[in-house]
């Protein structure tokens, strides 16, 4: 070969080259710059934030959160199917998580430290969804207008004496879809009605949000309503003497439904590894007591309740059958519309 030829050829190697290594270097620099577990969130609005960004400062572990309601997070996960990029799906609402189970879009996750985190009553027995927080779904009173024991029950919200005087959250909500179906599971389609009848004849002022519930019944706009438990806890915990308290339903009987938010390994996580690594995260002591922070009650048996709201772990509590209620989800959506809850 001349060397004229190898002349002419050295700029078409080095521009080959200078290819492959420009190549590489974008490759790595977008592989560094992917998150190391991606967390499908629906506790997006709760301050969750300062335990991720905790768990990332520990463990060098980057965690991408995208946020979106339970409803929207599973049809989310439908629809992406073995494409998803989520490896974790966190709710507000255990029947939304149940049917992501169901429809296969969660892996059982079981480690030693998860079972030891959280109490057998606040997990799926074999490891597709584990408890994060439980709330009490319960009516709520003005404590200037209605005494103390003069609501004991969700029957008592249909009362006649608080007609006009009600007020309720959105049927879109799940807290109160799962409200429902829980109902319909527990007591049938009939009395689910009925009692759902009841409220509607009260015509119930609805409103956007639990926190709305709540500063109307304290600005004197309606005397009850219905609310998760930790909404009225964090206003008492700025303000002692805040003006509405709890009216904790059926305590002879059945008790106060309560749900749980909860977490689940997506099905075929890309980064299963550190998926369950923050799965124990959020279930042990330290963002447990975030959890806590928010009024709410942890899953975790060895964290208790903030101290403003410290007896409140002992009220008597129905929790969600979630397989039924579950099931019951799209009946519970078209029985509300069928009653003209708006």
């Keep these: 070969m001349s060397p004229s030829k190898i002349t002419r050829r050295w700029p078409l190697a080095l521009a080959a080259l200078l290819a492959v290594i420009v190549g590489l270097i974008v490759a790595t620099l977008a592989l560094s710059g992917s998150p190391d577990v991606v967390v499908y969130n629906g506790r997006s609005h709760y301050g969750d934030e300062a335990a991720f960004a905790r768990f990332e400062q520990e463990t060098g572990l980057d965690v991408e959160l995208r946020g979106g309601t339970a409803p929207e997070l599973y049809e989310r996960l439908r629809q992406e199917g073995d494409e998803?990029?989520?490896?974790?799906?966190?709710?507000?609402?255990?029947?939304?998580?149940?049917?992501?189970?169901?429809?296969?879009?969660?892996?059982?996750?079981?480690?030693?430290?998860?079972?030891?985190?959280?109490g057998p009553e606040y997990r799926d027995p074999a490891g597709a969804w584990w408890g994060l927080?439980?709330?009490?779904?319960?009516?709520?009173?003005?404590?200037?207008?209605?005494?103390?024991?003069?609501?004991?029950?969700?029957?008592?919200?249909?009362?006649?004496?608080?007609?006009?005087?009600?007020?309720?959250?959105?049927?879109?909500?799940?807290?109160?879809?799962?409200?429902?179906?829980?109902?319909?599971?527990?007591?049938?389609?009939?009395?689910?009605?009925?009692?759902?009848?009841?409220?509607?004849?009260?015509?119930?002022?609805v409103?956007?949000?639990?926190?709305?519930?709540?500063?109307?019944?304290?600005?004197?706009?309606?005397?009850?309503?219905?609310?998760?438990?930790?909404y009225l806890g964090r206003e008492l915990a700025e303000?002692?003497?805040?003006?509405?308290?709890?009216?904790?339903?059926?305590?002879?009987?059945?008790g106060a439904h309560t749900n749980l938010s909860g977490v689940g390994l997506v099905a075929g996580a890309e980064h299963r590894e550190a998926a369950v690594r923050l799965m124990e995260y959020l279930t042990g002591p330290e963002a447990q007591?975030?959890?806590?922070?928010?009024?709410?009650?942890?899953?975790?048996?060895?964290?208790?309740?903030?101290?403003?709201?410290?007896?409140?772990?002992d009220?008597?509590?129905d929790p969600i059958d979630v397989e039924n209620?579950?099931?019951?989800?799209?009946?519970?959506?078209?029985?509300?519309?069928?009653?003209?809850?708006?």
């Design 289 to 313: 007591r975030e959890i806590v922070a928010n009024s709410e009650l942890a899953a975790n048996p060895d964290v208790p309740p903030a101290a403003h709201i410290a007896e409140w772990r």
């Design 84 to 118: 998803t990029p989520a490896d974790l799906l966190v709710t507000t609402d255990l029947a939304n998580l149940w049917r992501a189970e169901q429809a296969g879009l969660l892996e059982p996750a079981t480690t030693r430290t998860l079972e030891a985190q959280v």
């Design 239 to 254: 303000d002692p003497d805040f003006p509405v308290a709890p009216a904790w339903p059926d305590q002879d009987g059945a």
């Design 207 to 230: 409103l956007g949000s639990d926190v709305d519930v709540i500063e109307a019944i304290a600005a004197g706009r309606c005397d009850v309503g219905l609310v998760n438990h930790y």
């Design 133 to 205: 927080s439980t709330r009490i779904r319960t009516p709520v009173r003005s404590t200037e207008r209605v005494p103390e024991g003069a609501v004991t029950s969700y029957a008592d919200l249909g009362d006649p004496r608080f007609g006009g005087r009600l007020c309720l959250r959105t049927s879109n909500n799940e807290y109160n879809q799962s409200l429902v179906a829980d109902r319909i599971a527990k007591h049938g389609e009939a009395a689910t009605k009925n009692l759902l009848q009841s409220w509607m004849d009260n015509d119930p002022d």
């Design 325 to 342: 209620a579950g099931e019951r989800l799209d009946d519970a959506v078209a029985l509300m519309q069928q009653v003209g809850w708006k």
């Design 315 to 317: 009220v008597t509590v």
